[in-house]
């Protein structure tokens, strides 16, 4: 039996040790997904949102279209709305309630401002965006402070602030577009920082990684 145990042994540590380098790796690209070094240092509007936030989360895609065939895209976004252009079993395993992401431009949903509340849940969840900036074909910039459940913050005294901010950047002469998503957040108390950083931020890399491919995808008619 001793014999057993201690042959075992090193198997557990070495699937404890590939576990644990791809929980990193996943970790590391929930934070970074098709972002640069300089990217991911740069700049960008929403920046001055959350203050000290404690996460930080940029990733980016080339879409070989001018960036006015990605904003009406952008400007349709939301529950209920165009969607959030990730694939249908991510919604219907995470957001079974939540409509289909719209494959198509819808004009009832080209009109948006800075004041605007962009749904991103059924209304007794009063979870969603406030638009705060709006640059046409280059900057749309969200803020909340209500992504967490209703009951957390009620009840618990949970806190969030988060922005997100979809930014495009004319390349090649404006025939191709670098399509940049990054959102910064800063939540309370110590529990719901945890559970952020171990599970949100891994999951981000299939969510925004979805996103920007079915942003990419729709604009550029593939």
């Known amino acids: 039996m001793?014999?057993?145990l201690l042959g075992n042994h090193p198997v557990a540590v070495i699937g404890l040790a590939a576990a644990t380098a791809a929980y990193a790796a996943v970790h590391r690209l929930g934070a970074t997904y098709g972002s640069t070094?300089?990217?991911r240092r740069t700049g960008l509007p929403g920046d001055d949102i959350v203050r000290r936030p404690q996460f930080r989360v940029t990733h980016a895609i080339t879409i070989d279209v001018p960036s006015?065939?990605?904003w009406p895209w952008l400007v349709q976004m939301g529950w209920h709305r165009?969607?959030?252009?990730t694939a249908?079993?991510?919604d219907r395993l995470l957001f079974p309630a939540n409509t289909p992401s719209l494959n198509r431009l819808d004009p009832a949903l080209q009109h948006l401002e800075v004041g605007d509340f962009v749904p991103d849940g059924p209304p007794e969840s009063e979870c969603g965006f406030t638009v705060v900036q709006l640059t046409p074909n280059r900057a749309l910039?969200?803020?909340?402070?209500?992504h967490l459940p209703l009951s957390w913050r009620e009840r618990l005294g949970a806190a969030i602030e988060w922005s997100w901010s979809f930014v495009l950047v004319p390349q090649n002469?404006?025939?191709s577009t670098r399509f940049l998503f990054r959102w910064r957040g800063r939540v309370a108390p110590w529990w719901a920082v945890t559970g952020c950083w171990l599970l949100v931020i891994p999951a981000d890399f299939v969510m925004s990684r979805d996103m920007l491919r079915g942003v990419k995808s729709r604009?550029?008619?593939g």
């Open 219 to 221: 604009a550029s008619g």
């Open 82 to 85: 165009g969607g959030w252009y």
């Open 141 to 146: 910039v969200l803020h909340s402070t209500s």
């Open 37 to 39: 070094k300089q990217e």
């Open 2 to 4: 001793t014999g057993t």
């Open 173 to 175: 002469a404006d025939r």
């Open 88 to 90: 249908r079993w991510v």
């Open 68 to 70: 006015e065939q990605v």
